[in-house]
């Protein structure tokens, strides 16, 4: 299929974008239509490459809205945790398919997950036409035999995982360090390098976190890591607020990469002095993410981008921290790389994965600075044109099969509360 993009400003210019197959083939002030293309006039409209979402939990969609408020270890605890404890494989697929439909229609064209049942996060992705990479999750708590079939999951997992189209890749995702055992750690670095696979992993996200790490392992949880030997250009840390310049140090002199989630990280305050410009200047690649809808409450990337930019620069005190520019390359190019979909940019020979975006907006004008109107002053939902792998997955923000999903999705999660009301 051939797609070509009408005089979308790209860069501060008009340009056309030519899209065979699933790669974009030519961009270019003039292109001549083939007789087979579909057109789309993108005159009011200005080009993007998708969004990456390189962390959330895909499925707690159908927790939105659902214990809010809370501090961080008594939501999981007490209201998190005995909910999950319930779900099915159904739940999971019915929240990740309303993940991916939320994704779609604010410009996210891949993300990085982790939660229980990847196969049927991987159904969901499939059907939707996203791109994805799907941990397994380890979280053992110290218990050998848990942690045995955690680590047997993961060599059958990955296996039927090389069955999916190219869209989707496997990742391990050991929980967090004090979910974790060192040795279970060790193994997901042996079993990730072995394949060249991603590991996914919760760090540093509470002082709390830290200061049991020091108390339990005599270390902070970086360096708990680095004696562990399990740094490595394979491991994406999410949150990893609380780092002091050592420990940066470490990341970037083994390659590591971040992914930044600043909703979750105010909404449930574990903290708010994330080094975005620290880590970028020692050249550790660093990501943006929403976290799950629980803990974020939406999976907007355009939001994220505000709060991160708003954030960096309040705790600092300057207004020229974390600047617009950086963040939306942080969401977009940068959030490719780390997640390995040989997108991110629009450019002959890319994977097509890009928006399109209104200018004809309220909040679009005047246009002095698009890169700065998207981050400061839009939301997702002024993405109109959403296409992954070279097909048009929404166009006029209209998502084929849209109002099924909501209403399956809505209520799947209202039967899953009702079932831990039960218990």
């Known amino acids: 299929m051939e797609i070509l993009i009408k005089q979308a400003l790209l860069d501060g210019v008009r340009q056309d974008i030519k899209i065979e197959g699933n790669r974009i083939t030519q961009v270019a002030p003039t292109i001549l239509p083939s007789p087979d293309a579909e057109e789309i006039d993108a005159s009011s409209m200005a080009a993007i490459p998708g969004f990456h979402n390189c962390h959330t939990h895909s499925a707690m969609t159908i927790f939105r809205g659902y214990g809010d408020d809370l501090r961080l270890m008594d939501w999981l605890e007490n209201w998190i945790w005995p909910v999950e404890a319930q779900m099915t494989e159904e739940d999971v697929y019915w929240g990740s398919k309303l993940a991916c439909l939320e994704m779609i229609k604010s410009g996210t064209t891949a993300f990085l997950d982790m939660y229980s049942f990847p196969t049927a996060t991987a159904r969901a ?21 848990r942690a045995r079939l955690d680590r047997e999951r993961a060599y059958s997992l990955y296996e039927i995982f090389r069955s999916y189209s190219d869209r989707i890749q496997f990742s391990l995702g050991p929980h967090a360090i004090y ?9 997901c670095h042996r079993f990730a390098e072995e394949r060249d696979i991603l590991i996914h992993l919760h760090l540093s996200e509470t002082e709390g976190e830290v200061q049991e790490c020091i108390r339990q392992h005599g270390t902070t949880p970086v360096r ?82 505000k709060l991160a930019t708003f954030l960096g620069k309040a705790w600092r005190s300057d207004a020229t921290a974390v600047r617009a520019a950086d963040i939306f390359h942080s969401a977009t190019e940068e959030g490719a790389r780390i997640m390995r979909t040989d997108a991110g940019a629009i450019a002959p020979g890319c994977k097509a994965d890009l928006c399109l975006v209104r200018l004809d907006l309220p909040e679009m004008t005047p246009c002095h600075n698009f890169i700065s109107n998207l981050v400061y002053s839009a939301n997702g939902s002024a993405v109109d044109t959403t296409i992954i792998d070279g097909k048009i997955l929404m166009r006029g923000r209209k998502v084929p099969g849209e109002e099924a999903i909501l209403a399956r999705a809505a209520e799947v999660a209202y039967k899953l509360m009702d079932k831990k009301a039960i218990h």
């Open 224 to 305: 708990y890591l680095h004696r562990l030997g399990v740094l490595s250009p394979r491991l994406v840390l999410a949150h990893s607020i609380w780092l002091d310049e050592e420990e940066m140090d470490l990341l970037a002199a083994h390659d590591c990469q971040v992914a930044h989630n600043p909703a979750s990280n105010m909404k449930l305050a574990s903290g708010y002095r994330f080094g975005y410009d620290e880590m970028r200047k020692r050249g550790i690649s660093v990501g943006l993410g929403t976290d799950g809808c629980s803990s974020s409450n939406n999976l907007d990337m355009v939001t994220a981008m």
């Open 179 to 187: 979910t974790v055992s060192g040795e279970q750690l060790q193994f």
């Open 125 to 145: 992705v499939e059907e939707m036409g996203v791109r994805a990479v799907l941990a397994h999750t380890l979280f053992d708590r110290g218990d050998a035999e």
